[in-house]
Structures are given as structure tokens and as C-alpha cells.
């Protein structure tokens, strides 16, 4: 089955902890990215990344760092979180030639609770 | 900028009711538009789509035209049932990123 898959689902974590969330899609797409969705601000776009080995800013990327070593993996680092990182994350994916029919696959998203 | 404006939610309408979710946009090129749709406790699916100026995207009985001379690529459905009911996202796509709206919430009432 095709799927991106997002773990953890749910964290509680506490201010300055390092975290990785991770996402993993099995279809062997070329474009990767990370959003964070918040109430009355939909979902806005933090990294992404055209292929292995190449990320690039979204709009709002402070921090957060990624890496893209294998095709299907694109983990979002959190090197040292605060509370208004607290948000619900997606992961979503596209075959690179599809990125502008908008056909980007999802995650069932990760929401992350700092204290 | 790029950035995407949708009306304010919750709407919440009666089964058969006609839909409306106003959406206009804002880019600096041509981007593509899209209609993005999320259940409850899942993630965003593409709804419909459309890549360029007076494109109509249509799927499961929802329509969307892309209005250049307006900005805006507003989601209709004639008539709702009850399982349309979930959060929907206007979105645009340009030069590799995405922007999305803020999301406008449908309670569809039996």
C-alpha cells in the first residue's frame, strides 16, 4: 500500500529536548517536505527537498534542520525545542514532475506537545 | 509574496444545501491552484485542481475555476451530504513550494 508513514503520532516533550520526527513514503518519490499546521494559520510549509542530498527553506524554517540521505526518508530535528513549536506536523511527498499539479501525498501528521 | 486568503469557517449547512468557499490568492508568477480536503484525525487529500487561467477543476461533484482577472479559484458543490463534511484547504503551488489557506471547517447537517 502507498503510504507516508510519520512516527511519533503523539509526543509531550519538554523545552530544549532534542527530537526527530521521522517520515518515511514507500512510492519512490523525488519531493519531500514538512509542514506544521496551526489554528487560523493552515498549514505552512517549513522545508523540502527536490531529491537526495537537496533541502531548502519553506517559509517558516527557524528552528528546525532536515537531512535527505536515503530517497524514501526525510526526518524533521528539532535540535532544541520551544513551546511555540507546539503544533500538529505533516509530512508529504509528490513525484518530482507532479509537484505542480499539486498531487502531494500526506501523512496522518504528528502532533508534538512542548512544555 | 505568495500567500493564499479563504473565508473564515465554520460553515455549516443543511444536506442538499448549495457549497461556497471563497478563496483568493496572491503570486508573484503563475502559480497552480488546488483544493485540499482534510477528514477528521487525518491528513490533507487533493480534491480538485487546476494549472493555469480559466482551468475548471472538478471532482466528486465539486468545481473550481481559476480566475485570473479576479485572483481568486472559489470551491462550489451544488448539493452537500453529510459526509462532506471535513476541513477544507485552498492552496497554491509556485517554483517548488506550497502555500496553503488557513482552512475553512464544513458542518453539513442531516
Known amino acids: 500500500e502507498a503510504q507516508v508513514t510519520q512516527n511519533p503520532r503523539y509526543l509531550i516533550t519538554v523545552t530544549g529536548k532534542k527530537l526527530t520526527v521521522t517520515c518515511s513514503q514507500n512510492m519512490n518519490h523525488e519531493y519531500m517536505s514538512w509542514y506544521r499546521q496551526d489554528p487560523g494559520l493552515g498549514l505552512r510549509q517549513i522545508y523540502y527537498s527536490m531529491n537526495v542530498e537537496v533541502t531548502d527553506k519553506g517559509d517558516v524554517p527557524e528552528g528546525y534542520k532536515v537531512s535527505r540521505k536515503e530517497k524514501r526518508n526525510f526526518p524533521l530535528i528539532l535540535e532544541s525545542p520551544s513551546p511555540n513549536q507546539t503544533s500538529l506536523y505533516f509530512c508529504?511527498?509528490?513525484?518530482?514532475?507532479?509537484?505542480?499539479?499539486?498531487?502531494?501525498?500526506f501523512g496522518e501528521g504528528s502532533r508534538l506537545t512542548v512544555l | 509574496g505568495n500567500s493564499v486568503t479563504q473565508m473564515e469557517g465554520p460553515v455549516t449547512l443543511s444536506e442538499e444545501a448549495f457549497l461556497t468557499i471563497n478563496c483568493t490568492y496572491t503570486?508573484?508568477?503563475?502559480?497552480?491552484l488546488f483544493w485540499y480536503v482534510q477528514y477528521p484525525g487525518e491528513g490533507l487529500q487533493l480534491l480538485l485542481k487546476?494549472?493555469?487561467?480559466?482551468d475548471k477543476g472538478s471532482n466528486k461533484g465539486f468545481e473550481a475555476t481559476y480566475r485570473k482577472e479576479t485572483t481568486s479559484f472559489h470551491l462550489e458543490k451544488g448539493s452537500v451530504q453529510v459526509s462532506d463534511s471535513a476541513v477544507y484547504f485552498c492552496?497554491?503551488?509556485?517554483?517548488?513550494?506550497?502555500?496553503f489557506g488557513s482552512g475553512t471547517k464544513l458542518n453539513v447537517k442531516p
Open positions: 487546476a494549472t493555469k487561467a480559466d
Open positions: 508529504a511527498s509528490s513525484f518530482r514532475g507532479a509537484i505542480g499539479t499539486g498531487e502531494l501525498f
Open positions: 492552496a497554491l503551488a509556485y517554483f517548488n513550494k506550497f502555500y
Open positions: 503570486a508573484t508568477g503563475y502559480p497552480s
